[in-house]
């Protein structure tokens, strides 16, 4: 039980972070119909940003929260200037084309960014520098950070946040609109470029406290570290729904508990010395308390694949996503 | 019945050219091995990945279903060929049988991934073949425990090279006082099949199953319409691409003699799609001169601006591998941006590409 309870904290805390960046994915989405391939590498950027500027501070005396604050502070802009950009002369020009070229497009700016990352920070993993003292905190029986606190915390922030700026502001109707209908809402006097502008801008700040967060929480951060976080987050949008704001929070939070408790427990189930008769057909290796796990921990990167595998074949349109009509 | 290659109304002109590129290509070892024997592996590599350009040409270019997990297929075939001639389970199979079963494996692979997801949007189906294609490398790296199959990250090494009878394709040979080195011979063997694959595109392109291919690309509505089976057809498009891969990472397995994860990473994924768009989607010319660019000028770029970064800054400041991934990037964005039929566009694709959307 208290196994039970620590994996779904842990869970939540990476669900939450996996949230956040599918918010990114599924506004784009939802208003371009674009898997914007490049928002992983955003994230990684945001981190870089931070940590460079955390580790310059470190020694400064400077309270640790103030200093990560102020990285995060000086993650944001950079984030959202190479997201613009990257709408900008990437994305726009291709708006009318075929829908398989932006996504092409897009992961050409993925490696791009990888790569110019790798240039600025080199292939060295950038360590977060202990300034956070360990807080501990116990619950049911588990055991819970203050940073897992911390970015639980965040998360919900910007999750109100956001959904208030999409369903209350004079902005986020503007988005809705653009979203249903492009042309329409451009015919109703919404600067359409503007509005999709904006859309990427805003996912690109949610990005760069992801970096922030999901830095912080692993004590490291690397150039590679985007492309796999930016997967499972896109993974995350589509079981909530693509496109779908709700959706792309309660995917997240989801995906994060299912991978957290699939890994915690895939060993114990693929165990075959556990069943009776398979275990007697292995014979010795079963003695003594021994095991022979087909599937262990390390298989946990297959979870938010498989998931979204299941979720694309049996249910597209996610689990708060409206059918999607157009299959060809 | 038509013949293989309709040789009617073909200028004299057009035969001689076709026999100097024979006569240029199968000397071109020759030339290389005086520069090193590094760039006939070069070439060898080369040729590989006009043969996985080729197969996945079939799958994007064709049938217009992106694949960014088609690595997965060569590993398939790589691993089969491991497993199958090395000392790891102690099997030594001749590879004329191991490669059909490669082959096959990869079809069967290619069957598995396409049945469940076919019925996808087409940028879902990227995504889904991304994680196939990822799944697959987890599970390389993790199949070592409880039952050792893959060995691992260690991978497999001392795999079986080629033997032909009594001629072994790894080994150095000297014929009438001209030294003929092992990647030489792969190489020509790599020609060999290069070629008939090459016969086998031009041939399926044009038939029967190649205009139901192009017709659901197109349309796939209205090609159900005709009445064409489309999942039937696309899933014949993934088995086939999937089989070309299958060989390619056959013959991988035993020019290299070692393969682990490590070769099978997205990256190579994603490198292979840029061949094919840089290329030219759905024109196999144009595939083939995209993956030829693209293996060569990155190694030409790593022996030329090394030495150069040496003589004007005194030290490396940008690896060649990160040019490497750079020029793929920027191959993928400005040919989308400037050219988003390729260097060399089929005919068909230029159209659709002109038109506003494609469907």
Same mark, same amino acid.
């Given at each position: 039980m208290d196994i039970f309870v620590q994996q779904l904290i842990n869970g939540l805390t990476l669900g939450a972070v996996y949230a956040v960046v599918a918010l990114g994915y599924t506004m784009v989405y939802g208003i371009i119909?674009?898997? #914007? +391939?490049a928002h992983g590498e955003v994230v990684m950027i945001g981190a870089m940003v931070a940590f460079t500027v955390i580790n310059l501070l470190a020694?400064?005396?400077?309270?640790p929260l103030a200093v990560v604050l102020i990285g995060a502070a000086c993650a944001i802009p950079v984030c959202m200037l190479v997201s613009y950009t990257v709408e900008r002369l990437a994305y726009r020009p291709l708006r009318?084309?075929?829908?398989l070229a932006p996504l092409i497009t897009a992961i050409g700016v993925s490696i791009i960014l990888q790569h110019l990352a790798m240039l600025v920070w080199s292939r060295n993993v950038l360590a977060f520098p202990q300034i956070i003292p360990l807080k501990t905190f116990h619950f049911l029986g588990a055991t819970v950070t203050g940073v897992q606190l911390t970015i639980l915390g965040i998360c919900a922030a910007i999750m109100c946040g956001l959904a208030a700026l999409v369903y209350r502001t004079r902005l986020g109707r503007a988005m809705r609109a653009t979203a249903q209908n492009p042309q329409v809402a451009g015919l109703m006097g919404v600067d359409i470029n503007r509005v999709i502008a904006s859309t990427f801008v805003i996912g690109a700040a949610l990005a760069a406290v992801a970096g922030v967060m999901v830095g912080t929480y692993y004590g490291v951060a690397q150039y590679t570290m985007g492309s796999i976080l930016g997967l499972k987050a896109f993974a995350a949008a589509v079981l909530g729904g693509i496109g779908n704001v709700p959706g792309a929070m309660v995917g997240g939070l989801l995906l994060g508990v299912v991978e957290a408790l699939g890994a915690g427990y895939i060993g114990d189930i693929t165990d075959?010395?556990?069943?009776g008769p398979l275990a007697r057909a292995i014979g010795e290796r079963c003695a003594d308390g021994g095991h022979f796990v087909? +599937?262990?921990? #390390?298989?946990?990167?297959v979870f938010a694949f498989v998931v979204l595998i299941l979720v694309l074949v049996f249910?597209?349109?996610?689990?708060?996503g409206e059918r999607v009509g157009d299959r060809a | 019945m038509k013949p293989l290659i309709d040789v009617r109304g073909r200028p004299l002109l057009l035969w001689i050219g076709i026999a100097a590129i024979a006569v240029a290509l199968i000397a071109l070892p020759f030339v290389l091995s005086m520069v090193g024997t590094t760039w006939v592996r070069i070439a060898n590599l080369a040729v590989l990945y006009v043969l996985l350009a080729l197969g996945l040409n079939i799958v994007?270019?064709? !049938?217009g279903l992106l694949d960014l997990g088609y690595i997965a297929f060569y590993a398939v075939g790589a691993y089969v060929y491991a497993l199958l001639a090395s *000392?790891?389970?102690g099997l030594h199979l001749p590879f004329w049988i191991i490669l059909p079963i490669g082959a096959a494996v990869a079809a069967l692979f290619g069957v598995l991934l396409g049945?469940?997801?076919?019925?996808? $949007?087409g940028d879902y189906l990227a995504i889904v073949t991304l994680g196939f294609g990822e799944i697959v490398r987890i599970f390389l790296n993790n199949l070592?425990?409880?039952?050792?199959?893959?060995r691992g990250p260690q991978g497999i090494a001392q795999i079986d090279p080629f033997r032909i009878g009594p001629l072994d394709l790894s080994t150095t040979d000297r014929v009438l006082g001209v030294v003929i080195s092992g990647p030489m011979k792969y190489y020509w063997l790599l020609l060999a099949v290069m070629v008939v694959v090459i016969l086998i595109n031009v041939r399926l392109q044009n038939s029967r199953i190649g205009r139901a291919w192009e017709a659901v690309r197109e349309d796939e509505t209205a090609a159900r319409a005709m009445g064409i089976d489309t999942t039937a057809v696309k899933l014949l498009a993934f088995a086939m691409g999937a089989s070309f891969g299958g060989i390619a990472g056959g013959m991988f397995a035993s020019i290299q003699g070692f393969i682990s *994860?490590?070769?099978?990473?997205?990256v190579e994924s994603i490198m292979v799609v840029a061949m094919v768009v840089l290329g030219g989607m759905g024109n196999i010319w144009g595939v083939i001169l995209g993956a030829v660019l693209l293996s060569f000028v990155p190694e030409i770029l790593r022996w030329t601006v090394a030495p150069f970064q040496n003589a004007l800054?005194?030290?490396?400041?940008?690896?060649p591998e990160v040019i490497r991934m750079l020029l793929f990037g920027l191959a993928l964005v400005l040919v989308m941006l400037? $050219? *988003? !039929?390729?260097?060399? *566009?089929?005919s068909v694709r230029q159209r659709e590409l002109a038109g506003e959307e494609a469907r």
């Amino acid at each position: 039980m208290d196994i039970f309870v620590q994996q779904l904290i842990n869970g939540l805390t990476l669900g939450a972070v996996y949230a956040v960046v599918a918010l990114g994915y599924t506004m784009v989405y939802g208003i371009i119909q674009l898997i #914007n +391939f490049a928002h992983g590498e955003v994230v990684m950027i945001g981190a870089m940003v931070a940590f460079t500027v955390i580790n310059l501070l470190a020694a400064g005396g400077l309270p640790p929260l103030a200093v990560v604050l102020i990285g995060a502070a000086c993650a944001i802009p950079v984030c959202m200037l190479v997201s613009y950009t990257v709408e900008r002369l990437a994305y726009r020009p291709l708006r009318r084309a075929p829908r398989l070229a932006p996504l092409i497009t897009a992961i050409g700016v993925s490696i791009i960014l990888q790569h110019l990352a790798m240039l600025v920070w080199s292939r060295n993993v950038l360590a977060f520098p202990q300034i956070i003292p360990l807080k501990t905190f116990h619950f049911l029986g588990a055991t819970v950070t203050g940073v897992q606190l911390t970015i639980l915390g965040i998360c919900a922030a910007i999750m109100c946040g956001l959904a208030a700026l999409v369903y209350r502001t004079r902005l986020g109707r503007a988005m809705r609109a653009t979203a249903q209908n492009p042309q329409v809402a451009g015919l109703m006097g919404v600067d359409i470029n503007r509005v999709i502008a904006s859309t990427f801008v805003i996912g690109a700040a949610l990005a760069a406290v992801a970096g922030v967060m999901v830095g912080t929480y692993y004590g490291v951060a690397q150039y590679t570290m985007g492309s796999i976080l930016g997967l499972k987050a896109f993974a995350a949008a589509v079981l909530g729904g693509i496109g779908n704001v709700p959706g792309a929070m309660v995917g997240g939070l989801l995906l994060g508990v299912v991978e957290a408790l699939g890994a915690g427990y895939i060993g114990d189930i693929t165990d075959l010395c556990r069943y009776g008769p398979l275990a007697r057909a292995i014979g010795e290796r079963c003695a003594d308390g021994g095991h022979f796990v087909l +599937f262990g921990s #390390n298989y946990q990167d297959v979870f938010a694949f498989v998931v979204l595998i299941l979720v694309l074949v049996f249910r597209p349109s996610g689990l708060l996503g409206e059918r999607v009509g157009d299959r060809a | 019945m038509k013949p293989l290659i309709d040789v009617r109304g073909r200028p004299l002109l057009l035969w001689i050219g076709i026999a100097a590129i024979a006569v240029a290509l199968i000397a071109l070892p020759f030339v290389l091995s005086m520069v090193g024997t590094t760039w006939v592996r070069i070439a060898n590599l080369a040729v590989l990945y006009v043969l996985l350009a080729l197969g996945l040409n079939i799958v994007v270019g064709f !049938a217009g279903l992106l694949d960014l997990g088609y690595i997965a297929f060569y590993a398939v075939g790589a691993y089969v060929y491991a497993l199958l001639a090395s *000392p790891h389970f102690g099997l030594h199979l001749p590879f004329w049988i191991i490669l059909p079963i490669g082959a096959a494996v990869a079809a069967l692979f290619g069957v598995l991934l396409g049945a469940p997801t076919l019925k996808l $949007r087409g940028d879902y189906l990227a995504i889904v073949t991304l994680g196939f294609g990822e799944i697959v490398r987890i599970f390389l790296n993790n199949l070592s425990q409880p039952v050792n199959i893959t060995r691992g990250p260690q991978g497999i090494a001392q795999i079986d090279p080629f033997r032909i009878g009594p001629l072994d394709l790894s080994t150095t040979d000297r014929v009438l006082g001209v030294v003929i080195s092992g990647p030489m011979k792969y190489y020509w063997l790599l020609l060999a099949v290069m070629v008939v694959v090459i016969l086998i595109n031009v041939r399926l392109q044009n038939s029967r199953i190649g205009r139901a291919w192009e017709a659901v690309r197109e349309d796939e509505t209205a090609a159900r319409a005709m009445g064409i089976d489309t999942t039937a057809v696309k899933l014949l498009a993934f088995a086939m691409g999937a089989s070309f891969g299958g060989i390619a990472g056959g013959m991988f397995a035993s020019i290299q003699g070692f393969i682990s *994860p490590e070769s099978f990473v997205l990256v190579e994924s994603i490198m292979v799609v840029a061949m094919v768009v840089l290329g030219g989607m759905g024109n196999i010319w144009g595939v083939i001169l995209g993956a030829v660019l693209l293996s060569f000028v990155p190694e030409i770029l790593r022996w030329t601006v090394a030495p150069f970064q040496n003589a004007l800054f005194g030290k490396q400041l940008v690896e060649p591998e990160v040019i490497r991934m750079l020029l793929f990037g920027l191959a993928l964005v400005l040919v989308m941006l400037f $050219r *988003p !039929a390729g260097l060399l *566009p089929s005919s068909v694709r230029q159209r659709e590409l002109a038109g506003e959307e494609a469907r």
